[in-house]
């Protein structure tokens, strides 16, 4: 339930509708002098007090963790809503290590359980990243975690979730008036299941504001924060300096009838988007304090036809390419470096491969099928990679519930998971072959084909078949020619 000033994410969790964003204390502690502990929870308890009580920090934001811990000892844990991320390495995962990281982020915090923990993955082709969310689950069930979010996940991914039993009440995505892309598909799939959004970059690291209007376009060297050095990346590839002026010049104009602020306006349109349950705005504590301009924010209100003019400068703007989270996940990198360097050292691969010898390998996924039937999940020999029939099942684990197109992407996600194990990609995919257990699927299984294959298009087959095994709608196959595909 959604109020002027707060969101109700589920029953015994409000958050404020402007959240704090702790990111910046990792920006603020880059030259590897930790920021005092209690000045920062001081700096915390003003926001508090001023009615934004709601704050979002992650494992690896500096010693943002230890900082709200420091908040919550000394004002008391019901003084605030601390949501913080849990971004783990790629790779191999275990309970073990799941809980070490929970355990950690108690520590930390210095509190009992977390009212709201957010998960994110770097591969979808690693099947892995579902381990980790069932692991957290079982966590929650033993009362460590309150709730359960995702952060940077794409509309496909957060429906896999969904439907494989997965409770989960909110993705924390980027969303701007520079970046539109969850206000299509992740929208319409978060009101289906009240999953509430929570929109970071919001004001595009600074650059939506009344500081940038009129200014020449900051070279290189000028953009001394991380914030700056990514969302820079986001105004050049939504059609650059130019036509970003055009933006803020129709949001000053507004903003000066409402005797506001770009910023205001900015924010408040997103935040009037369905399906927003917040907007998170950094807060670098101790150098600047924004309490009262965030009152004025959930004060303002842009009526029909300024949200109408907004819509029309937006369309004037070119699109961020692909999903929510792609920034994170394929090119063009849209972060602070440009690449994922800063973030991870190596993307493993997601299945074990065995050198068959003779210019031959496999990979298995670890599904029973594959040693009761006696075969491989993929086999590469020379140039050439060969899946096999594939079903929406994780070790023991059937995904993707009843719903076709989780099943489908799932399903396209291990076949690429096969492929990048054995050294190819998906792009290097030259046939499919779809055996699909109810017709009247067809449109929605071939929808999903289209949009993880558009442009790939790879040749094709499409029928309906018996499957083995109730739970299935879907099996597929998939032939590759590896740097088939430039």
């Not at 908040?71 to 949501?83: I, P, S, V």
């Not at 036809?305 to 819509?311: A, G, L, N, P």
């Not at 692909?322 to 920034?327: H, I, K, N, T």
């Not at 800063?342 to 299945?351: C, G, K, L, S, V």
Request: aromatic share 8%.
């Amino acid at each position: 339930m959604i109020q002027s000033d707060r969101t109700r994410l589920a029953p015994d969790l409000s958050i404020s509708r402007v959240v704090m964003g702790l990111w910046q204390i990792a920006d603020m502690e880059r030259g590897g002098t930790l920021l005092d502990a209690a000045a920062g929870a001081a700096s915390m308890k003003e926001y508090a007090d001023a009615g934004f009580t709601t704050f979002d920090m992650a494992d690896h934001y500096g010693s943002a963790e230890v900082i709200a811990g420091t908040f919550g000892g000394k004002y008391g844990k019901a003084a605030g809503e601390m949501m913080t991320k849990w971004v783990p390495e790629p790779g191999p995962v275990s309970k073990e290590t799941v809980r070490k990281a929970v355990h950690r982020a108690l520590e930390r915090l210095s509190t009992e359980r977390i009212s709201l923990l957010q998960f994110h993955a770097w591969n979808y082709a690693d099947p892995r990243w579902l381990d980790c969310l069932f692991f957290l689950s079982e966590l929650q069930k033993e009362g460590l975690i309150a709730h359960m979010g995702l952060t940077n996940f794409d509309t496909a991914h957060l429906r896999i979730a969904l439907t494989s039993g997965i409770n989960v009440v909110s993705n924390q995505v980027c969303y701007s008036l520079l970046d539109q892309r969850a206000s299509g598909a992740m929208t319409q799939l978060c009101h289906e299941h009240n999953v509430g959004l929570l929109a970071f970059g919001t004001l595009a690291g600074g650059f939506l504001s009344g500081r940038w209007l009129g200014k020449p376009e900051p070279t290189d060297k000028d953009l001394v924060t991380w914030s700056q050095m990514k969302y820079k990346r986001f105004i050049d590839t939504a059609g650059g300096w130019s036509a970003f002026q055009e933006l803020l010049s129709t949001l000053d104009v507004i903003a000066i009838r409402h005797g506001s602020t770009i910023a205001h306006v900015a924010a408040r349109y997103v935040m009037d988007q369905p399906a927003v349950a917040g907007v998170i705005i950094g807060a670098r504590l101790g150098q600047s304090h924004h309490a009262e301009e965030n009152k004025k924010l959930l004060a303002l209100t842009l009526d029909p036809s300024e949200q109408s003019v907004i819509h029309s400068a937006l369309s004037r703007l070119k699109s961020i390419p692909g999903d929510c989270g792609d920034e994170y996940r394929r090119p063009p990198f849209l972060t602070a470096s440009g690449d994922l360097s800063h973030h991870i050292a190596t993307m493993p691969a997601p299945y074990p491969v065995t050198d068959l010898g003779n210019g031959r390998s496999k990979a298995l996924s670890g599904t029973i099928w594959e040693d009761l039937a006696g075969f491989s999940r993929a086999v590469r020999t020379g140039d050439q990679i060969f899946v096999s029939g594939t079903t929406a099942t994780h070790g023991h684990v059937d995904i993707g519930g009843s719903d076709p197109a989780a099943q489908a992407h799932f399903v396209i996600d291990k076949l690429e998971g096969a492929i990048q194990s054995l050294g190819g990609r998906l792009e290097d995919v030259v046939r499919t072959r779809i055996f699909m257990k109810n017709m009247n699927d067809w449109e929605v299984i071939s929808r999903v084909h289209g949009e993880r294959f558009r442009n790939i298009q790879p040749a094709n087959t499409l029928v309906r078949a018996d499957l083995v095994g109730d739970n299935y709608l879907l099996e597929m196959e998939a032939d590759a020619v590896v740097g088939s595909k430039s």
